[in-house]
């Protein structure tokens, strides 16, 4: 059960514009639950303010941010969830080479040039300081997946499924964004670039991104970014499994317009995995040699600066001495950080792990249970 502190917490889709968020209630019909009326009725003012917000940077900025060619090429961190992305990619961003799309420019994503420094500094109290997923901090200025900011443009995203979650999983088709239409893949790759060009316009070091969900988008991200940098993070999929219903759960009661009955979400997990997967093997073959690497969660955590160093060796991004005092003061500071627990795995739940994701969990050289 959602609790009222936890009702009453912004929903993500408040940095809508107006058409976006019209689109999403409307091709759900409305299907908001009675207990959440009010939420509607402040999203649909506070979008209109967005898409106000929007006219007016573009009128104050012209076309400038969204032609800005990108200094270097991003770094793409992949994997799935909960497989240890959000700390690989804390710990990237602490090279000052580097930059990142942060909470505020994925949530206000419409008009983060013109508004970032005024929210910023009069509005932090309207986040919480700590992920309910995880109880990692949280904060306009913390990395953040840019995922949501194509969902804040009205872009077709699977993450458009944690406001209606009782409704069938929405746009499977954005997870490979070439399944799209061919008119809304071309509004997809230029809204996504366009995106990336403003957050260059705003701070010209080399981006690193974080969003699972680009793990399935490998070909496509490689056709507008040709020597983009992939990062791909495993994990024991036996700790991914809780953790992901755990993250879905999460999201469902924060950010949910209708009290969640989580039908079907373990089979989602389930079959999600596979699918991301089998799509990060086909794009593999793609990636020019340089321009990959892989590692393992339980391998960054054993060794954090010698896996950090032999991945900065692979990409040859250098300066990795420059950065390694910022890691090992992030990890001291870090060193008490809890992970979550979740209760052991029936029998069964490890036999359908086993069977249903037994190949990945054999290529990475993990052990069925």
């Given amino acids: 059960m959602t ?9 993500i889709w408040q940095g809508c514009t107006l058409s976006a968020w019209l689109r999403l209630i409307l091709r759900n019909r409305f299907a908001i639950s009675p207990r959440f009326f009010y939420i509607p009725i402040v999203i649909s003012h506070v979008s209109i303010g967005h898409s106000i917000a929007r006219i007016i ?45 942060d909470t505020y420019q994925c949530l206000e994503s419409n008009h983060f040039l013109l508004t970032e420094g005024i929210v910023k500094r009069w509005f932090n109290w309207m986040l919480p300081s700590r992920r309910p997923m995880d109880n990692m901090k949280a904060g306009w200025d913390r990395p953040q997946e840019d995922e949501f900011g194509l969902c804040m443009m009205g872009q077709p995203s699977p993450y458009l499924t944690i406001a209606f979650p009782n409704h069938p999983p929405q746009d499977q088709n954005a997870f490979d964004v070439r399944d799209l239409p061919p008119r809304q893949y071309r509004v997809w790759k230029q809204a996504f670039g366009r995106y990336l060009s403003e957050m260059t316009y705003r701070d010209s070091r080399r981006l690193v991104l974080k969003s699972p969900t680009h793990t399935c988008r490998i070909p496509t991200l490689l056709e507008m970014l040709p020597d983009a940098k992939f990062v791909h993070i495993m994990r024991d999929p036996y700790a991914v499994f809780p953790s992901t219903v755990n993250l879905w759960k999460s999201l469902y009661d924060t950010h949910g317009l209708q009290v969640p009955a989580y039908a079907g979400l373990e089979e ?6 596979t699918m991301l997967y089998d799509k990060l093997e086909e794009a593999k073959q793609l990636i020019p040699s340089g321009q990959f690497h892989e590692m393992k969660y339980e391998d960054l955590i054993a060794d954090p600066i010698g896996r950090m160093q032999r991945m900065y060796d692979e990409l040859n991004l250098g300066g990795f001495e420059e950065t390694r005092p910022r890691i090992e003061s992030y ?18 739940q490890r036999e359908t792990i086993a069977r249903r994701w037994g190949s990945v969990i054999d290529r990475y050289g993990y052990t069925r249970r």
């Fill in 3 to 11: 609790t009222p502190a936890r009702e009453w917490t912004p929903r």
């Fill in 57 to 101: 940077q573009e009128a104050v900025y012209g076309d400038r941010p969204g032609r800005t060619p990108l200094a270097q090429p991003p770094i793409f961190i992949v994997g799935h969830w909960r497989t240890g992305t959000t700390l690989l990619h804390e710990m990237m961003i602490l090279d000052p080479r580097h930059t990142y799309p």
């Fill in 268 to 273: 989602y997990v389930l079959s999600t995995f």
């Fill in 331 to 348: 990890l001291s500071e870090n060193a008490g950080y809890a992970k979550n627990r979740f209760p052991m795995l029936s029998e069964e």
